[in-house]
């Protein structure tokens, strides 16, 4: 865990220095050259910038932004979503980090999306430690059983053959910070008792972790807010952040009063006239069920036990609470965390044999409640599934004073990728020039022009 030091700027950030053009510039964002669009100085005014959407992506562009700030770049964050602090499908996730597929095969740039999470976690947690205590937050801990990061690891077992072949495969090329461990159904079965092991083999991530993704969020978001104070406290005053709990109808509404708009709605995206149907991503909502283990089971989940990968996923809460997912309905426009009665039973329906599969011990565990996200689902590209990143102003169309951006299509990822791209997308913004961007983020707009 970081200090609370930790939220004071990067007195050396590798893309200075700078050099001032006047935000009332027109045109697309500048290719292969490292003036920024952005500069502020002591005598003229702050950055403004305007990130739609709270969630994994928008948070994490916050604090970049912010962590850039300086006495020659002075930034005004305005944060717009209807629904607050992980309102949308970042809330709802599962929570499960590690950087490698289901095949345990390392992911795009794995190494640097795993440091990079695990740097915004440690920032996060040492902003929620270091919070003043008030009933409201006590009330919330106790709602919570207290943890950010859960470091208990996660299993997968092999669950045939083929399976085995791959994934033992693949885990020889697995990082040094985040082994995956081949052990037998003994050792297997010693972490997670009952555990199902029917090939006698599972793959074992000790560094990886669980999230309380809602908490996380409130967390960085606190950790923003902490930033901006030092930042006033040290002399750089100026640099502000703002909530508003809104909805941002078309972008054109923001013309004027903003110098780069950043969107990071997910699914969301495509609610903006002047995005829609205009981007290549596929919605998925996905169910999670939450369980909990009844007072007279008294056997309950050993609380360093790890979480469980396979077809259905186990997320531990604690020692008699876990999350179960997820389930896959494709094209969903449904937008609402809620679930009804009948889309639970059906998710349960479905969750449950894939789940007892792998441990047996959850026909013991009652249903708590459940809760949905709409996820935005990438292409797939010869590096996988990415996000997509990039300037959009000739989407959105028109000559603009504002510079627009998209970080979106985070998919099922949204927690590894979001640390290193939110990084990406903050530096180039700052510096007006795409080419910062990894060319395997923003091919997706030259495909979508041609």
Same mark, same amino acid.
Request: hydrophobic fraction near 40%; charged fraction near 20%.
């Given at each position: 865990m970081l200090p609370p030091s930790c939220f004071i700027r990067n007195p050396c950030p590798t893309f200075l220095p700078w050099e001032w053009k006047s935000p009332g510039s027109r045109g697309g964002c500048s290719r292969g050259t490292t003036s920024s669009v952005l500069l502020s100085s002591p005598s003229q005014r702050p950055v403004r910038c305007a990130l739609l959407g709270a969630g994994f992506a928008g948070l994490s562009v916050a604090w970049h932004l912010l962590q850039h700030s300086s006495k020659e770049l002075r930034v005004c964050i305005d944060i717009y979503d209807e629904v607050g602090i992980g309102g949308g499908a970042s809330g709802v996730s599962g929570g499960l980090l590690h950087p490698y597929s289901p095949k345990a095969k390392l992911l795009w740039r794995g190494a640097e999306c795993w440091k990079e999470s695990l740097n915004l976690l440690s920032i996060a947690e040492a902003a929620w430690h270091s919070r003043e205590s008030t009933s409201e937050t006590q009330e919330f801990d106790q709602e919570l059983n207290g943890f950010i990061v859960r470091r208990g690891g996660i299993l997968r077992p092999a669950m045939d053959i083929k399976n085995l072949n791959v994934l033992n495969d693949n885990a020889q090329n697995c990082l040094a910070s985040c082994r995956i461990e081949p052990i037998d159904k003994d050792t297997a079965q010693s972490?997670?008792?009952?555990?199902?092991?029917?090939?006698?083999?599972?793959?074992?991530?000790?560094?990886?972790?669980?999230?309380?993704?809602?908490?996380?969020?409130?967390?960085?978001?606190?950790?923003?807010?902490?930033?901006?104070?030092?930042?006033?406290?040290?002399?750089?005053?100026?640099?502000?952040?703002?909530?508003?709990?809104?909805?941002?109808?078309?972008?054109?509404?923001?013309?004027?009063?903003?110098?780069?708009?950043?969107?990071?709605?997910?699914?969301?995206?495509?609610?903006?006239?002047?995005?829609?149907?205009?981007?290549?991503?596929?919605?998925?909502?996905?169910?999670?069920?939450?369980?909990?283990?009844?007072?007279?089971?008294?056997?309950?989940?050993?609380?360093?036990?790890?979480?469980?990968?396979?077809?259905?996923?186990?997320?531990?809460?604690?020692?008699?609470?876990?999350?179960?997912?997820?389930?896959?309905?494709?094209?969903?426009?449904?937008?609402?965390?809620?679930?009804?009665?009948?889309?639970?039973?059906?998710?349960?329906?479905?969750?449950?044999?894939?789940?007892?599969?792998?441990?047996?011990?959850?026909?013991?565990? @009652?249903?708590?409640?459940?809760?949905? !996200?709409?996820?935005?689902?990438?292409? /797939?590209?010869? $590096? +996988?599934? #990415?996000?997509? %990143?990039?300037?959009?102003?000739?989407?959105?169309?028109?000559?603009? @004073?504002?510079?627009?951006?998209?970080? !979106?299509?985070?998919?099922?990822?949204? /927690?590894?990728? $979001? +640390?290193? #791209?939110?990084? %990406?997308?903050?530096?180039?913004?700052?510096?007006?020039?795409?080419?910062?961007?990894?060319?395997?983020?923003?091919?997706?707009?030259?495909?979508?022009?041609?």
């Open positions: 972490l997670v008792p009952k555990l199902c092991v029917p090939f006698n083999t599972a793959f074992y991530m000790p560094k990886a972790v669980n999230i309380h993704s809602q908490r996380y969020l409130q967390a960085l978001f606190l950790a923003c807010e902490n930033l901006v104070k030092e930042l006033s406290t040290s002399g750089f005053g100026g640099t502000k952040l703002c909530l508003h709990k809104k909805s941002v109808n078309k972008l054109l509404e923001l013309q004027g009063e903003y110098d780069a708009v950043i969107i990071c709605l997910g699914a969301k995206a495509d609610m903006l006239p002047e995005l829609s149907g205009r981007l290549p991503l596929r919605t998925c909502r996905g169910v999670i069920a939450h369980l909990q283990l009844p007072d007279n089971i008294g056997e309950d989940y050993s609380d360093h036990s790890p979480s469980i990968l396979s077809d259905a996923w186990l997320a531990i809460q604690g020692p008699r609470s876990l999350y179960m997912g997820s389930t896959w309905e494709w094209k969903s426009r449904n937008y609402l965390p809620n679930v009804s009665a009948e889309e639970a039973t059906k998710a349960l329906q479905e969750l449950l044999p894939k789940a007892s599969a792998i441990y047996p011990g959850i026909k013991d565990w @009652t249903f708590a409640g459940a809760r949905a !996200g709409l996820r935005a689902m990438p292409p /797939l590209t010869p $590096h +996988g599934s #990415l996000p997509l %990143l990039g300037c959009i102003n000739d989407l959105v169309g028109g000559n603009h @004073t504002c510079k627009y951006w998209l970080f !979106g299509g985070l998919g099922s990822r949204g /927690l590894l990728y $979001h +640390g290193l #791209l939110g990084k %990406l997308i903050a530096q180039a913004v700052l510096l007006g020039n795409e080419d910062l961007i990894p060319s395997e983020l923003t091919s997706w707009r030259r495909k979508s022009n041609s």
